[in-house]
């Protein structure tokens, strides 16, 4: 892997995120869709008063930024090809490997970005499945913050970057690596968490076991195995020295943005085809270990029906006989 070419490893890259930017396009407006409509099917409304904010709209809004975020990173991309084989006078080469350019620092910090809400939506997320335990999110929350700090020194590494330099045993490819591992924390606590979670609440409640539970799960670890992945790609790459990490890292953006929308759209699906029975990771919040341990003694209770009954003679006299009928029903 360390005898990839520079160019031809962004030539490359341009390729990948485009791809994977139009699948990313269509989840991300499907998802928007989905979610308007049954943030609209509750009874919400985006004007006409305050309202509520619920968690629907909470994914609306991260929906909104990562494709905001996403789509300011591919056109930076587009664009930095044709700086660097028309507009800069020293060329290609020279272009790619000197990364404090401007165009680089921002889509560097669109990359950043998108990693951060990602992981505040999977922390999130988890935040409703464990029915807002504020004891399970300080771990991640820690790591949101690194992330967070992480992402900003590396903004700023870059743009102290001199031509000549190796991005890999400078300070910014020290705090590169922190980032990743940060964000790779998250991703994994926070998904076994929810695993975790679902897997016992659907193992508690015996006999009434749920399909709709364990699909949710599975949504749930694919989703975040394709950005795990991905994740663990760019630190083997990095760590190696191969300039295959230009790919990975800046396609890794668009890859955190497919597994988020991954999500909404396969629940929203669900909500589509089974409105009752579906059961997704906003709901699940609402099955609490107090509510499955609690049991019920049911007594033998009595039952009675009054039945009038209306009778016609010849002689055109009407009268109403009642009867009672005593029922006794042991549930």
């Not at 989905?34 to 004007?47: A, D, H, M, P, V």
């Not at 341990?293 to 209770?301: D, V």
């Amino acid at each position: 892997m360390g005898q990839v070419a520079l160019i031809p490893a962004n030539i490359a890259t341009v390729c990948v995120e485009s791809f994977l930017y139009g699948i990313f396009f269509v989840l991300s407006t499907v998802s928007l869709y989905l979610l308007i409509k049954r943030y609209r099917e509750l009874g919400g409304q985006f004007s006409g008063g305050p309202h509520p904010w619920t968690p629907i709209m909470t994914f609306i809004v991260a929906n909104i930024a990562l494709f905001i975020s996403n789509t300011i990173h591919w056109i930076l991309v587009v664009i930095r090809i044709f700086m660097a084989f028309v507009t800069y006078p020293q060329g290609p080469l020279l272009f790619y490997a000197d990364i404090a350019q401007p165009s680089e620092v921002v889509q560097s910090g669109a990359l950043i970005f998108t990693a951060i809400v990602n992981d505040a939506m999977m922390i999130y997320r988890m935040w409703i499945v464990w029915g807002y335990s504020k004891r399970v999110v300080v771990i991640p929350l820690c790591t949101l913050v690194g992330l967070t700090v992480c992402g900003i020194a590396v903004v700023y590494q870059m743009t102290r970057f001199h031509l000549g330099q190796n991005i890999f045993i400078t300070d910014l490819g020290r705090w590169l690596t922190s980032n990743s591992v940060f964000t790779l924390c998250t991703n994994l606590y926070c998904t076994s968490m929810i695993a975790w979670r679902i897997w016992r609440i659907n193992d508690t409640v015996e006999g009434h076991k749920s399909n709709n539970l364990m699909s949710v799960l599975a949504i749930i670890v694919e989703s975040s195995a394709i950005y795990t992945i991905w994740t663990i790609f760019f630190l083997v790459t990095y760590e190696v020295g191969s300039n295959l990490q230009f790919l990975s890292n800046q396609t890794l953006s668009i890859v955190a943005g497919i597994s988020f929308m991954l999500v909404n759209v396969r629940v929203g699906m669900g909500w589509e085809q089974k409105p009752p029975q579906t059961i997704s990771t906003f709901a699940a919040a609402q099955i609490t270990s107090r509510t499955l341990n609690q049991s019920y003694n049911l007594q033998p209770m009595t039952v009675c029906i009054s039945q009038a009954v209306d009778c016609d003679d010849d002689l055109s006299k009407s009268a109403s006989q009642f009867s009672s009928k005593g029922m006794e029903t042991s549930v």
